[in-house]
């Protein structure tokens, strides 16, 4: 009786402690038989920015209308740094979608002449498109007015442009935007001015608030000129602001206004708008940056 007792609490013991460790083993994952669950992959993120637009509108003045860069008081959207087919221009149309398609899905609502204000009116029509991509080139006239004080005050230029922008949102709110800088006004007077047909030219109106009185470096003229030149840099610093805010939005980072272009670059009737290789060179500046990684 002594050993069949030892002996059935051998086994009993042996038969705990196996026990046991299955239930050990369960605790842990072990070999169990039930499946175990496994993590979904992550979604892949949109990407922020479509390096390659199937469609592209622009909205402006008469930078992206080409004037004076083919004739005289004249626009010549056909070498639009933003739309046109020209061939010596290679517009950023044409770089994006090639020339047959540049043609069907382009489009250029720029306005000679406009300022700010102008532009949610443009941006409405763009939006009607539906555009893959929308330009704007804009603040030039803001700042080029009869005199300092009749420049576009700071708040109106962000208003216009917060308005502008939600404009197109409400219509097409996934189209990528553009933005330009405002070009240096004050080199454009440094390399006009060594053109004596330019100053003729300028003394008919152009641009009055930086041009008046070209040859004239005397202390009120310099001052009206800094004027100037400082508010194209609040402009700027207006655009780059109101662009950041919009998660599909990019400014070209102050390339156009830092671009040192020269004579050849300006238009030889006016001395002021873009030449065709003014327009080339704005091209090149716009396809890097809208095709730039960030």
């Known amino acids: 009786m002594r050993k069949q007792g030892h002996r059935s609490r051998a086994v009993a013991a042996v038969l705990t402690a196996a026990l046991v460790g299955v239930a050990g083993c369960d605790a842990v994952g072990g070999d169990s038989a039930a499946p175990t669950a496994r993590a979904k992959p992550s979604p892949k993120p949109t990407p922020a920015w479509d390096s390659s637009p199937a469609s592209l509108a622009a909205v402006g003045d008469s930078i992206t209308r080409g004037f004076d860069a083919c004739g005289v008081l004249t626009d010549c959207p056909d070498v639009s740094w933003a739309t046109g087919g020209s061939a010596q221009v290679d517009s950023l149309a044409v770089r994006l979608l090639g020339k047959a398609r540049a043609a069907e899905r382009s489009w250029n609502y720029a306005v000679s002449g406009s300022r700010m204000a102008d532009l949610s009116a443009q941006m409405s029509q763009a939006a009607s498109r539906a555009p893959a991509l929308v330009t704007v080139m804009v603040g030039a006239n803001d700042a080029c007015r009869d005199s300092t004080a009749a420049m576009t005050p700071v708040s109106e230029f962000r208003a216009g442009f917060e308005d502008a922008l939600s404009v197109l949102r409400r219509k097409a709110p996934k189209a990528q935007v553009y933005v330009a800088s405002v070009p240096n006004l004050k080199r454009l007077w440094s390399q006009g001015r060594t053109n004596p047909l330019g100053?003729?030219?300028?003394?008919?109106?152009?641009?009055?608030?930086?041009?008046?009185?070209?040859?004239?470096?005397?202390?009120?003229?310099?001052?009206?000129?800094?004027?100037?030149?400082?508010?194209?840099?609040?402009?700027?610093?207006?655009?780059?602001?109101?662009?950041?805010?919009?998660?599909?939005?990019?400014?070209?980072?102050?390339?156009?206004?830092?671009?040192?272009?020269?004579?050849?670059?300006?238009?030889?009737?006016?001395?002021?708008?873009?030449?065709?290789?003014?327009?080339?060179?704005?091209?090149?500046?716009?396809?890097?940056?809208?095709?730039a990684v960030t």
């Not at 003394?203 to 001052?223: H, I, N, Q, W």
């Not at 805010?245 to 040192?260: E, L, P, S």
Request: hydrophobic content about 40%; proline content about 2%; charged content about 30%.
């Open 199 to 291: 100053k003729q030219v300028w003394k008919l109106g152009v641009c009055p608030s930086m041009l008046a009185d070209a040859d004239a470096v005397d202390a009120a003229a310099t001052e009206r000129r800094d004027t100037v030149q400082k508010r194209v840099e609040e402009y700027n610093a207006v655009l780059k602001q109101v662009c950041a805010k919009d998660a599909h939005c990019r400014y070209d980072g102050g390339a156009v206004y830092d671009y040192r272009f020269g004579t050849d670059q300006l238009s030889h009737w006016d001395w002021f708008h873009p030449s065709v290789n003014g327009q080339a060179r704005l091209a090149e500046i716009a396809y890097r940056k809208v095709k």
